[in-house]
Structures are given as C-alpha cells and as structure tokens.
C-alpha cells in the first residue's frame, strides 16, 4: 500500500500542516533510477587526526573515481566523508566535532555522511575507546540530521579494499541504510569488475523466494548488473516465478526450499561453474505469542527461514557448487535483532541466520573463497507488511530516523553491493536494511 503520509508531506500545504502540528517530515528520498544513477555535486573529504589512509594510491584517489567532485570545500556537498582513522586519542576526536559541526547543515537533502574509522582490534585502551566513540557519534547524528541524509560508519584499513562499499554509499542505492557500522577486511579476494556497471556479467546467481516482494526486487537488481538469474520459489506461485524470470531473461527454478533434497536439485539446476552468488531471501511468518503457538508454527517458520539455509548452505560448499569469488547473502531482519511480540519463531530464526554468517564467514572465505553476510530489513513496503494492522503499519513506517518504510529495492541493492566481485572484504556482516529503525538500535 502506497505510503500517502510521504506524498501528503511533499505538498505545500503537507509540509505547512505538519510543520504546526509538530508530526515527522520524511523527505522523498534519492534512489537509482536508469535516468540518475548517481548523485551529481561535490563531496566534501575532511579528516581528523593522521589518517593512514593518505598517499596517492589511497583513500583521495578511490573518492576520485566514485564520479563525484572532492573538494576539501564546499559549499553544498552531497555527501561528506570524514577520514576519522586517524583519530587515537580525546583531542583528534574533538577535530570530528569541529569538522563537521561547521558542515553538517549544508549537507543537500537525501545526501550521505560518511564516518571512515580504524578496526577496534588494538589493545591501545585510549585508541579503542575514541574509535568506538565514534559509533555513538554517527549514530546519534544518524538520528538528529534529517532531510534524508544518512549516516553511516566504515571501518577500513585499505580504501582500495573498501572501493564498491565507499561507491554503494557515495549512490543512491543506499538510500535506506542508516545508522550502520561496517568492517572491511579479513574477508576473500577483491576483484575490481572490468565494468562497474555490469559488475555480475558472466556471474550466475541464485535467489530463493524470487516470485514476488524482495526476492523479485533481488533478482531484478542482479539481473540489472549483469547476473545470468536462477529464480527459485515454490511450485505454488510458478506462475509468478515464470513471469519474473521470463522477464529477466533467467531460468525459474521451482522448488519448495524446505524438501530434504533442495541442495541435491539446486545443484543439477546450475551450470557446470556452479553459482556465483547464492541469496537466501524465501521466509515466512507465522505469528502467535508463545502461549498460543502450535509446534508447527514454530517448525514451519524454523524450517523455511533457518533450516533449509543451513541444509542448502551446507550441501552447496561441500559440493563445490560455489565458484571461488562466491558470495552467499542471507535475509535476516531487526525482529532477529531487536525482538518481536508475537515473534518468537521468526526472531529466533533471523537470528539464527545473523549467528550462521558470523560463524561460517571466516572458514567459508578461508577454504572456498567465498563471503558470507546478511542484510537485515526494518520496515519494507511488500505484500507481508500490508497485512500487519493499519496504526502498527503506521508505527513501523515512522519509527526509522528516515520516517518512513523502505522499499524492495533498497534490500535489493544492499545485497547486489554484498554480491559485488569487488567486495570480498565485507564478510561476516549482518548490515540493516532500515532507515535506522528505533527498534533494536
Ligand atoms: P513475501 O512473503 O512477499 O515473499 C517471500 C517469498 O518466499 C514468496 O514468494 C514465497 O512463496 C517464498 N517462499 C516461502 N516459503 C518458501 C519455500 N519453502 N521455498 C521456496 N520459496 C518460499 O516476503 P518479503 O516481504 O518479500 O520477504 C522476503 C524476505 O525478507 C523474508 O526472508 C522475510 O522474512 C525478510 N524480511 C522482510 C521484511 C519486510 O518488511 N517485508 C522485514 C524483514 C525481513
């Protein structure tokens, strides 16, 4: 259901009402279109304290090619990236509050700022405790800027390690992805695509659940960077499944992902490379509070969302049917993070899946080469959130320093950036999907 409080915002006398009645003001935001698929304007590069991330291979000569104009100022910058990596004790910090205390009004409307830190695996007590400072900095300005902009940390030690995430972030692909810390480094081979707008040519990639809502927009989304889809649901929505991968010239897999030979038939669906990138997106809800909940509600939302991810991980790796380069994305969700009433099966199974990427990341980068993370979505506008009743659907739209839900799409992109053959160094990450949702912040 379209969100008629953001249009109602966007009109003259929408922004008027709501200014004097002291409601929240979303602003549309920016997101890819074939039309505008970057943002034009300067980005504005600071820094605090000596980052080592300088030198003319480093960090300038990365921002140099996302396509946006650095300058050391500016005036309106669409995005602003300050290189706190350097920042070791209580005085570098303070040059993150004089940096960008001077800028952050200016930022343009749906713009970004990005926060660069150093890893917290340093057993000097002051640099650890001022760069795990900077978590609470950006995710307190996540929650107080406004006007669209996100806010997000990168913790990185090489920025050519860190070029398709500093390009996701510095686009509008990122739109929805607020509030988030994210670590580069100690994940598989990053390998620069020959063309960085058809990042997945000659990949195959997988998605389970692909016949409608995210997996659809999943799909699509890979397709759009080059991918060869394998789309897979279950044999009851083949119609939907068809037309989808009609549509993007893919192949429909139709397979119901619980059956105890999944792994076995997804295998013989692939060709002999094997798959590129694996998507574990299929889930389902079976809501009740634990008092009401039948064991079956529990084993069905386990089964769907945790089981088959472990069974069908499982027999992919061990089976070489993940090429070198691979990537596995699952879906997890906040409900996974945070808790939800009535949720106790489908949370315990999102965390389950945010447990599963940490602990498989590091072997599976070690022995395959292959990179594990989640995304984990807040508030998604599909057919599983027009169900929830009209004032919690209200409530879950709001509650997200954005104001407002995210859309398929931006699921979507989050995950074709974690399938990018250039970001083997994200790996073991569960990244939300969801505008910096309040629950479970
Ligand atoms: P959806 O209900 O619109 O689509 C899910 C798809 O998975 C359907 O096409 C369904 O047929 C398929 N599926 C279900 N069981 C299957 C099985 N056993 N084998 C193969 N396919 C199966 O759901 P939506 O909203 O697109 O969600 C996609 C994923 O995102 C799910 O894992 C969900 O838990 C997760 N998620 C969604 C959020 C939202 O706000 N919509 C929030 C957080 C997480």
Known sequence: MADRYL?????????????????????????????????????????????????????????????????????????????????????TLAEVHAALHAVVRSVARSGRVIVLGA??????????????????????????????????LLRLTDANAAESTLRFLLSPKSAYVSGQVIGIGGGAEVTAPADWALPLAGRTALVTGAARGIGEAVAATLARDGARVVCLDVPGAAVELDSVAGR?????????ITAPDAGARILAALPSEGLDVLVHNAGITRDRRLVNMAAERWSSVLDVNLASVLRTTDALLSAGGLATGGRIVATASIAGLAGNAGQTNYAASKAGVAGLVRALAPNAAAEHGVTVNAVAPGFIETKMTTAVPLFIREAGRRMNSLGQGGLPVDVAETTAWLAHPASGGVNGQVVRVCGQSLLGA
């Open 119 to 152: 890893p917290l695996d340093t057993a000097d007590h002051h640099q650890a405790a001022v760069q795990q400072a900077l978590e609470g900095f950006v995710r307190s300005l996540g929650k107080e800027i406004g006007r669209g902009i996100t806010v997000t």
């Open 7 to 91: 249009s109602f915002t966007g009109t003259t006398p929408g922004r008027f009402l709501t200014r004097r009645l002291g409601l929240p003001q979303p602003t549309a935001l920016h997101r890819w279109s074939a039309e505008h698929p970057s943002f034009t304007g300067e980005l504005l590069h600071l820094s605090a304290g000596k980052s080592p991330l300088d030198g003319p291979d480093g960090l300038a000569a990365v921002l140099g090619r996302t396509g946006l104009a650095v300058r050391a100022r500016s005036e309106r910058p669409v995005a602003v990236v300050l290189d706190a990596t350097g920042v070791t004790d209580i005085d």
């Open 248 to 256: 993007l010239g893919g192949t429909a897999l139709p397979l119901d």
